[in-house]
């Protein structure tokens, strides 16, 4: 069976390989069905294994080349200069070394992928709206930029992640962002009955301009809307599923 995942013209580079993976394609079942690859989900672990071996035969990875983190919605990005690294609580990572696939992981959150492919450079961050609003974006940008990237030259992609009319949030969570910047009150639209709905992609989307970045672009896939391709931990929420799987996204130098 070919694994199904999606790619963005951003990324499209001779230097590059990447893509954007959904649920389609593993080997898990019930709440996991089927390509999870969250070693942080209560899915059995040889089949996290085993997805995780699948997408990495789909890029081109050696299986213990896909690197992913312990992801706690923080600022805190590693660069990686050797693919063992163990478990390392943070969630952005950047790469100069070809055969080293970096992801982020998120069933809702916001996994970009970076790119300056003139500067041999590659990034990966896991974007929730805590770490988006704390500085994940900034902190893999200039770790990026570290290693020897131009912000004018960086490319960053927004994979599937929930998308405005599906995220209802609270008066609190909306004071939050304002309590920042009154500015950010374009990124709330109330429903019918007056309840704050958050654009995430449309923020994220913002930061990354604000850094400098001129190519960036969002995939446009909800995960919550679209439940044979995605997982989505607020729409198992809703319908009363115990557990969910993780969608991964990831980016490798050839």
């Known amino acids: 069976m070919t694994l199904p995942f999606a790619t963005h013209p ?10 954007f993976f959904g649920r389609e394609g593993g080997v898990s079942s019930g709440a996991f069905e089927s390509l999870n690859p969250g070693a942080g989900s209560a899915d059995d672990p040889t089949k996290i294994q085993e997805n995780r071996a699948r997408i990495a035969a789909a ?9 992913s983190l312990a992801q706690v919605h923080s600022d805190i990005v590693i660069t990686v200069t050797d693919p063992d690294i163990g478990r390392v609580e943070a969630d952005g990572m950047v790469t100069k070394i070809p055969g080293i696939a970096l992801s982020a992981l998120g069933a809702d959150c916001g996994p970009i992928l970076f790119a300056d492919a003139d500067a041999g450079v590659i990034g990966s961050c896991h974007a929730g709206w805590r770490g988006a609003l704390g500085g994940i974006i900034e902190s893999t940008i200039a770790t990026m930029c570290e290693a020897g990237a131009s912000p ?18 609270g008066d609190t969570f909306k004071a939050e962002f304002l309590d920042m910047s009154d500015d950010f ?9 007056g309840i704050p709905h958050f654009d995430l992609p449309a923020f994220i989307l913002s930061r990354l301009t604000a850094c400098g970045l001129q190519h960036v672009a969002w995939t446009g896939a909800c995960t919550y809307a679209e439940p044979e391709r995605y997982f989505s931990y607020r729409r198992n929420t809703h319908v009363g599923i115990e557990g969910y799987g993780r969608n991964l996204s990831t980016i490798m130098l050839r």
């Open 10 to 19: 951003l990324l499209d580079h001779p230097s590059l390989v990447h893509g």
């Open 59 to 67: 890029i081109g990875a050696a299986p213990d080349h896909l690197l």
């Open 152 to 169: 004018a030259n960086i490319h960053a992609v927004l994979g599937p992640c929930i998308s405005q009319p599906n995220y209802e949030v």
């Open 185 to 193: 009150t374009i990124f709330f639209r109330d429903n019918a009955k």
